[in-house]
């Protein structure tokens, strides 16, 4: 008798940078043979419930499960159906989330004891999965969410510190024990983060986490940062497994519109936008899912693609305040800017032959998702490890123009009315990448090679398909010897 397929839970953080790829994985686990369960609240599961049933009608693949539990939002003093750390109304409430999410672990506990899954992989923040794999026996596996770069960079400064000698926030320092030379700044440093949030303890616990968990599962592909891949290994002492870019396996037009949340424009009326459009002639603009900016620095980017006079399309998120007349800038920039206000479709923009730039906050799936479609980037990091991001794409990758960005906000410090960035320095970025010219050629020719060598890491043989099997290999010889110590 065949054995039963291995069945792996998947706990996602709520987040959309983190919940986006982790169901991409669950999916790319089904695909691969596995019995894939997510676990999670009911409105995460309502953005990307319509993939999974698109998934589940497919009889190529195995089924995915879904499980789906109530956060205990007044218990941790969150208002009702905050479920997302997107839809918080204050940042100031990322401690309760926080805390909604701990209380997470009993329910959890109990799913684990009643299914019995073979191996848990779970997102970093959430380090109680680690403490329920052990009680059960079962490995479990983290995804943190970054690229080994800057996982590298984050580590090279906790061991060797340093920043301690340096007294001004803007002047660059070595980080030691490198692959090669990185150089960084105080102002970079993802620790201003956190603030003064009370969120350190949450942080200290998720590292404590890691470090007892059996291995990793990184989005990235070996071959765009090798070195950086056995540095991870080495400093982990752990199995570090390669399975990016993971937003690859969204091949369908509707998967790609759909993925991490309903489209606020209509997928059809965004591609004969598009389609009206020559090759590489647009500028896709988009800061994440988390980014708000202060109103007067959204009116200087308005400005700025305004006078750049490149066509671009710029998402601005639902919760922002505007501070200006979207109408009266709609019909000043016509038909070379489309406005996406919420949600953007922006793996089926990117993958657009007409899109030919991206500003971005550097989040880790931004810059993926752009290399996957040989996308060259302006860089505009803003907090977390977005800085070490932008780094790795302008001097390793060398597919970027850098906004010139200095500092980056903390967690909360969205209300300031800081001007970050004015107008003509916004313009002049739009035009070093827009604009033809040797430099450029030269970075969509590099920009176009990552992209090639990206498919084929996920395509049968290539690395990070190589990799998925390997670690469901590792996976299913880990059960074999579960059972037999059981029996
Ligand atoms: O309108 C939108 C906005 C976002 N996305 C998707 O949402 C994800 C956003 O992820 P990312 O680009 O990584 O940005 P953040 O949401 O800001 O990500 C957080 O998580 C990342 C992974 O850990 C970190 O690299 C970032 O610093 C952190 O801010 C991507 O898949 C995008 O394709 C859309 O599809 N439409």
């Given amino acids: 008798m065949e054995p039963p397929h291995l069945h792996v839970f998947f706990f996602p953080f709520m987040s959309p940078g983190h919940l986006i790829p982790m169901v991409d994985r669950a999916r790319l686990f089904a695909i691969h043979g596995v019995k894939s369960t997510i676990i999670t609240t009911p409105l995460n599961l309502s953005r990307f419930r319509s993939i999974i049933d698109r998934h589940?009608?497919?009889?190529?693949?195995?089924?995915?499960?879904?499980?789906?539990?109530?956060?205990?939002?007044?218990?941790?003093?969150?208002?009702?159906?905050?479920?997302?750390?997107?839809?918080?109304?204050?940042?100031?409430?990322?401690?309760?989330?926080?805390?909604?999410?701990?209380?997470?672990?009993?329910?959890?506990?109990?799913?684990?004891?009643?299914?019995?899954?073979?191996?848990?992989?779970?997102?970093?923040?959430?380090?109680?999965?680690?403490?329920?794999?052990?009680?059960?026996?079962?490995?479990?596996?983290?995804?943190?969410?970054?690229?080994?770069?800057?996982?590298?960079?984050?580590?090279?400064?906790?061991?060797?510190?340093?920043?301690?000698?340096?007294?001004?926030?803007?002047?660059?320092?070595?980080?030691?024990?490198?692959?090669?030379?990185?150089?960084?700044?105080?102002?970079?440093?993802?620790?201003?983060?956190?603030?003064?949030?009370?969120?350190h303890e949450f942080f200290k616990s998720f590292m404590e986490a890691e470090r007892n968990t059996y291995g990793v599962v990184a989005n990235t592909f070996y071959e765009?940062?090798?070195?950086?891949?056995?540095?991870?290994?080495?400093?982990?002492?752990?199995?570090?497994?390669?399975?990016?870019?993971?937003?690859?396996?969204?091949?369908?037009?509707?998967?790609?519109?759909?993925?991490?949340?309903?489209?606020?424009?209509?997928?059809?009326?965004?591609?004969?936008?598009?389609?009206?459009?020559?090759?590489?002639?647009?500028?896709?603009?988009?800061?994440?899912?988390?980014?708000?900016?202060?109103?007067?620095?959204?009116?200087?980017?308005g400005l700025g693609l305004e006078a750049s006079n490149h066509s671009f399309i710029w998402v601005i998120r639902d919760h922002q305040e505007l501070g200006f007349a979207l109408k009266d800038f709609e019909e000043r920039v016509r038909d070379r800017g489309l406005i996406i206000r919420g949600w953007a479709p922006q793996v089926l923009i990117l993958n657009h032959e007409a899109v030919g730039g991206f500003m971005t906050h550097c989040g880790w799936n931004s810059v993926l998702e752009s290399v996957s479609e040989g996308v060259p980037l302006i860089t505009w990091p803003l907090?977390?490890?977005?800085?070490?991001?932008?780094?790795?794409?302008?001097?390793?990758?060398?597919?970027?123009?850098?906004?010139?960005v200095q500092s980056g906000l903390a967690w909360g410090e969205e209300e300031s009315s800081d001007v970050l960035m004015e107008k003509d320095q916004i313009a002049e970025a739009v035009t070093r990448l827009m604009s033809d010219g040797e430099i450029v050629e030269e970075m969509r020719k590099r920009a176009n090679r990552l992209r090639d060598i990206a498919r084929s890491a996920v395509e049968k043989g290539g690395s990070s398909h190589v990799s998925v099997g390997l670690l469901i290999e590792d996976l299913l010889n880990q059960r074999e010897e579960r059972l037999a110590r059981e029996h």
């Fill in 56 to 199: 589940n009608c497919s009889s190529d693949y195995v089924p995915i499960d879904l499980h789906v539990l109530d956060l205990p939002f007044s218990a941790a003093g969150l208002p009702e159906n905050c479920e997302n750390l997107d839809s918080l109304p204050s940042r100031l409430m990322s401690y309760n989330f926080s805390k909604a999410i701990m209380m997470l672990r009993p329910p959890s506990s109990d799913l684990v004891r009643r299914h019995r899954p073979d191996a848990i992989i779970s997102d970093l923040n959430l380090p109680w999965t680690a403490e329920i794999a052990r009680e059960h026996g079962i490995p479990r596996i983290v995804f943190n969410g970054g690229c080994c770069f800057s996982l590298s960079v984050i580590d090279g400064v906790a061991r060797h510190k340093p920043h301690e000698n340096i007294s001004s926030d803007t002047e660059p320092f070595l980080v030691p024990g490198l692959p090669d030379p990185v150089f960084i700044t105080k102002s970079h440093m993802p620790e201003r983060f956190f603030g003064n949030l009370g969120l």
């Fill in 224 to 301: 765009i940062e090798p070195e950086y891949v056995e540095h991870y290994k080495k400093i982990t002492g752990k199995k570090v497994w390669p399975v990016g870019p993971v937003s690859l396996c969204n091949k369908k037009a509707l998967d790609m519109a759909e993925r991490g949340n309903k489209a606020s424009i209509d997928k059809e009326r965004c591609l004969t936008w598009l389609d009206s459009k020559k090759p590489n002639s647009v500028l896709y603009v988009s800061f994440g899912s988390l980014c708000t900016f202060s109103q007067s620095q959204l009116l200087e980017l």
């Fill in 383 to 404: 907090f977390a490890e977005q800085f070490y991001n932008e780094n790795f794409v302008l001097h390793r990758l060398r597919i970027g123009v850098g906004i010139g």
